[in-house]
T-cell receptor, first 113, second 114 residues
Framework: QKEVEQNSGPLSVPEGAIASLNCTYSDRGSQSFFWYRQYSGKSPELIMFIYSNGDKEDGRFTAQLNKASQYVSLLIRDSQPSDSATYLCAVNPASGGSYIPTFGRGTSLIVHP | DAGVIQSPRHEVTEMGQEVTLRCKPISGHDYLFWYRQTMMRGLELLIYFNNNVPIDDSGMPEDRFSAKMPNASFSTLKIQPSEPRDSAVYFC????????????FGEGSWLTVV
């Protein structure tokens, strides 16, 4: 059973702070990693993807991947109240010919003014 | 592109009734997915299709659930008979082939079975 684990939260941070969201996965052969944001009552939307070890930056968002330790994280700098949402980690196992990602349960982020 | 289109957006039905959810994927996408999301279980993959062919339906909870994709631009998820525990948000999603491709979600169908 391929698993993706996230702390459900809520993670509460003040406006302007750095929010750090973490995700661990069980399949060591996983190849691609995605972060989706889901606002309350809406559908998930992709905000970041990462394939290689290290950091990937996109605006205020930084994805970090460590395949040896089997974790991927998302940092949100200068957090804004509009960042308040649930963040879903998705991991593509890419083993056994399956390219279908497994989603974590999501971490709820609250950014308070 | 209009994105993934789902209907109905909201449905309230009585236990025992048949429910049909509809989906139009993004044109050109090879994969179509049906997910169910609840507070208790999170986002669960029910079934997915590749080029209109069902590939893995191991996530379908029981025989009351069925899904079809008669052509590249249309899919249905049917629940018959419906039960209160089927109340959830059902998302249809699509993507291009390949392990690096983004999954695009529809807005969801909010189902309440009373």
């Amino acid at each position: 059973q391929k698993e993706v684990e996230q702390n459900s939260g809520p993670l509460s941070v003040p406006e302007g702070a750095i929010a750090s969201l973490n995700c661990t996965y069980s399949d060591r052969g996983s190849q691609s990693f995605f972060w989706y944001r889901q606002y309350s009552g809406k559908s998930p939307e992709l905000i970041m993807f990462i394939y290689s070890n290290g950091d990937k930056e996109d605006g205020r968002f930084t994805a970090q991947l460590n395949k040896a330790s089997q974790y991927v994280s998302l940092l949100i700098r200068d957090s804004q109240p509009s960042d308040s949402a649930t963040y879903l980690c998705a991991v593509n196992p890419a083993s056994g010919g399956s390219y279908i990602p497994t989603f974590g349960r999501g971490t709820s982020l609250i950014v308070h003014p | 592109d209009a994105g993934v289109i789902q209907s109905p957006r909201h449905e309230v039905t009585e236990m025992g009734q048949e429910v049909t959810l509809r989906c139009k994927p993004i044109s050109g996408h090879d994969y179509l997915f049906w997910y169910r999301q609840t507070m208790m279980r999170g986002l669960e993959l029910l079934i997915y299709f590749n080029n209109n062919v069902p590939i893995d339906d191991s996530g379908m909870p029981e025989d009351r659930f069925s899904a079809k994709m008669p052509n590249a631009s249309f899919s249905t998820l049917k629940i018959q008979p419906s039960e209160p525990r089927d109340s959830a948000v059902y998302f249809c999603a699509s993507s291009l082939a390949g392990y690096r491709d983004t999954i695009y979600f529809g807005e969801g169908s909010w189902l309440t079975v009373v």
